[in-house]
Nanobody
Framework: QVQLVESGGGLVQAGSSLRLSCAAS????????MAWFRQAPGKEREFVAGINRSGGDTLYASSVKDRFTMSRDTVKNTMYLQMNSLKPEDTAEYYCAARPFVTAVAKRYLYDFWGQGTQVTVSS
């Protein structure tokens, strides 16, 4: 089964940028639809962005659309989340996820594989 490891989180000022990475081992990422979720303290884990198995289509939560961009590199077997214009409300633990189907979806329970998470903190 695929193994996922996130990296790239940190503490930044509002308005700045971060780039998160999710390195996959095992099967190629081209076999999976993949996604990013985030969870703030005391809150439910929520969908952030997703990419379908072909890599041709992406899906974003309305709260991050036009600020975040998801992409993948099939050679490196890694997916990325470029986060621009960060806001304090973006503060959360960010997780990557994968499912062996064509389409990325916004439902947490439909993903089979998860990384350990990386913390993003945005100060005002």
């Amino acid at each position: 089964q695929v193994q996922l490891v996130e990296s790239g989180g940190g503490l930044v000022q509002a308005g700045s940028s971060l780039r998160l990475s999710c390195a996959a081992s095992g099967p190629a990422v081209s076999r999976y639809a993949m996604a990013w979720f985030r969870q703030a303290p005391g809150k439910e884990r929520e969908f952030v962005a997703g990419i379908n198995r072909s890599g041709g289509d992406t899906l974003y939560a309305s709260s991050v659309k036009d600020r975040f961009t998801m992409s993948r590199d099939t050679v490196k077997n890694t997916m990325y989340l470029q986060m621009n214009s960060l806001k304090p409300e973006d503060t959360a633990e960010y997780y990557c996820a994968a499912r062996p189907f064509v389409t990325a979806v916004a439902k947490r329970y439909l993903y089979d594989f998860w990384g350990q998470g990386t913390q993003v903190t945005v100060s005002s």
